[in-house]
């Protein structure tokens, strides 16, 4: 019997339809659970051949145990060493160099400093920094974020260099980064899960939180929702992550990834809407017994995303990578909020809201995201 286990925190219903799902159609030889942890031994197994993490970013002994698990051959989904190393501005630079358009974006130390450093730790670090070239380089306005935050915490607007200092000095000990302003005539978060699996949604960062998903005029074209599709996988798969949002402002036609460091995102059916809920339980809880029908007691289970590949086999980072847009033929299926690709032929066929009328062309507006 293999299992298949899912660590939370304080969501329910994606947990427990996760679980409902996996055991109404993974068959006799495979089951799932809530993770259930009463001690950690070092290299000791918790007995999952899959476990999906959705709480270690906020408790770091699930952090330390799901390393132990995955040690031990444990399919952690996401892969936990490379969570532990990736941020959201490294995130950028690779995206450059992929060719995927992001903001320009700038990294900026902490305006403290750390704890048990002094000025004498800082001896590489210019006084004062090239402040003007930071400015001209990302404009403004701006956007100012943690370099590895999320959850919209401290993530400031700024109108000039003097908006700036002031909101810096807030900032304590927090590494952040200042990112141009992109004025979107479109927004779109996309799931992608198992780096091939993709639902595109029409996203109003705008909106209260439980109306974001709630957007009445339809995408602008089944190139642009090409475009995104693609994007989505060759950042997932050159990051790794088996689990994860990517999120798109769309300026002049052209798809920016504002935010993709995201391994465990918001899955709860009040804020994603019942149509998007089916489709990431059922995809997950697919995708999770494929993972443990695959399972090989023994080895290392994780995925290693395609940045690691290359540079274990010393290879140019996209010289030899296969194209994204290559990387799935699935059939598009245009839809008033997705542009998702069938994941198989078993997938429940989802439901089509009826068209609306398109209101009258919404006032731009500026990104503000974690």
Known sequence: MKKIGILFGMERSFPEAFVKRVNEIAGKDIVAEFVSIDKIFQSEPLGYDVIIDRISQDVPFYRAALKNA????????????????????????LAVKLGVPVPKTALIPSYDQPDDTTDKSFSNLAFPMDWDGIFEYTGFPAYMKPFDGGGWKEVYKLHDKEDFFEKHSQTKQTVMMLQEEIEFDEYFRCYCIGGK???????????????????????????????????VLQLNQYLGYDFNTVEFAVRDGIPYAIDFCNPAPDAEVTSVGEENFEWVVETSARYAIER???????????????????????????????????????????????????????????????????????????????
Do not use: C
């Open 70 to 93: 995955a040690i031990t051959g444990t399919a952690v989904i996401n892969n936990p060493f490379w969570w532990s190393a990736d941020e959201k501005f490294f995130n950028n630079a």
């Open 197 to 231: 699996y993709v639902r595109i949604m029409q996203y109003e960062p705008r909106n209260p939180a439980h109306l974001r998903y709630v957007v009445e005029k339809g995408p602008s074209s089944e190139k642009l929702l090409q475009t995104i599709h693609d994007y």
């Open 292 to 370: 443990a029908k695959s399972h090989v007691s023994g080895q290392d289970n994780l995925t290693w995303g395609e940045y690691i590949r290359t540079s274990a086999n010393h290879v140019p980072l996209i010289g030899k990578a296969k194209p994204a847009a290559k990387a799935s033929a699935e059939k598009k299926t245009p839809a008033k909020v997705t542009a998702e690709k069938k994941i198989s032929a078993k997938v429940v066929a989802e439901k089509k809201a009826p068209a609306k009328k398109a209101p009258a062309k919404a006032k731009k507006t500026s990104t503000a995201k974690k």
